[in-house]
């Protein structure tokens, strides 16, 4: 019996890719990358906004459990007034220390001491850097110098006007200090009176939440500023007007009114600022900055925390600094 005879199959010859073929495929590659990569970074870029917004709730519960301590708020900055030198002492950062699980850092240094004596001392306290003052948006940088040592992203709101680091005036007072000189004409004074304009933080004066007239959840309480690289001052940890804001200018805003600040470092597009008049002494302000596309991260004084976009309506941004202005703001903002 014969056995069927089958015939070899042939091998089919493998085809290589063209050049062509390969620059298609490169191309399509490309196209692909580009974009799903806006969409990457657009993922990452919300991740860490979130996580700044967190650290901003966690440093406005530190506010708040220092409040229930102590019976009122801490000051913004805290000076030695009617003396000839040496009159930094700290800022609401360094009152605060404890309430953000810092307190080794606070035990580290005598706050009740000039910064510059501390620093002649040898005292390196404020030259610590801490995750919980700095927003993850911003690119890491170094201290500002040896004297007003290391930076954070957040500001406690000072009102409208400027910081006057020296010993204030008859028309900065209120009852006690506040180191504010508002604003006393248009279109920076939101109130009739130039002192209404005051936020929610001052030089010497700690406020009680009783002061709050406006309602807690109606008034700024901290926001975000810009780190520049360099010797620029702005959010010197323990420098008072250093990390405390004005609601002069709108958020991000580079075209209106630059900020003012000690060794000034200029980014005009991005944080425009000039000197201060009168060097450390006067003449502080600075808006909220970030670099979140399209607005800043906020939180009020009853510690709920929200993103507030560039184009709020200026003067809602501007009744959000008074605790006492008795505007009327709407539900949500």
């Not at 975000?224 to 940890?237: C, F, K, Q, S, Y």
Request: hydrophobic share 40%; with cysteine.
């Amino acid at each position: 019996m014969s056995m069927p005879h089958f015939a070899p199959s042939a091998r089919r010859a493998r085809r290589a890719f063209t050049l062509v073929e390969l620059l298609v495929v490169i191309a399509i590659i490309g196209i692909l990358i580009a974009l799903l990569l806006p969409a990457v970074q657009a993922a990452r870029e919300s991740a860490r906004r979130s996580s700044c917004l967190n650290n901003l709730r966690q440093v406005s519960l530190a506010m708040m459990n220092y409040e229930s301590s102590n019976k009122r708020l801490p000051v913004g900055a805290a000076q030695r007034f009617n003396v000839t030198s040496d009159p930094t002492l700290h800022s609401w950062v360094s009152q605060i220390l404890q309430y953000v699980e810092e307190a080794n850092a606070y035990g580290m240094a005598d706050w009740t001491q000039p910064l510059a004596q501390r620093e002649d001392d040898g005292n390196r306290a404020h030259h610590i850097k801490f995750e919980t003052f700095s927003c993850p948006s911003l690119e890491p940088v170094e201290i500002v110098n040896d004297f007003y040592g290391a930076r954070g992203s957040y500001a406690v709101n000072a009102g409208i006007g400027q910081v006057f680091m020296q010993n204030p005036d008859p028309k900065q007072r209120t009852s006690e200090a506040s180191g504010v000189q508002p604003w006393p004409i248009p279109p920076y004074a939101s109130t009739t009176s130039s002192l209404g304009a005051i936020g929610l933080f001052m030089v010497n004066h700690g406020r009680k939440l009783s002061e709050v007239t406006d309602g807690t959840s109606k008034t700024a309480m901290l926001t975000e500023v810009i780190n520049v690289p360099g010797e620029d001052t702005r959010g010197a940890l323990h420098f008072g007007a250093a990390v405390m804001y004005m609601h002069n200018v709108l958020p991000n805003d580079t075209a209106s009114l630059p900020d003012r600040t000690r060794w000034c470092v200029s980014v005009e597009n991005e944080a425009p600022c000039r000197q201060t008049l009168n060097q450390w002494q006067g003449g502080w302000y600075q808006a909220a900055r970030s670099k979140h596309p399209g607005g800043v991260n906020l939180v009020m004084g009853d510690s709920s925390a929200r993103f507030l976009t560039d184009s709020v309506n200026f003067e809602v941004w501007q009744a959000m600094c008074t605790p006492q202005g008795e505007e009327v703001l709407a539900e949500g903002l």
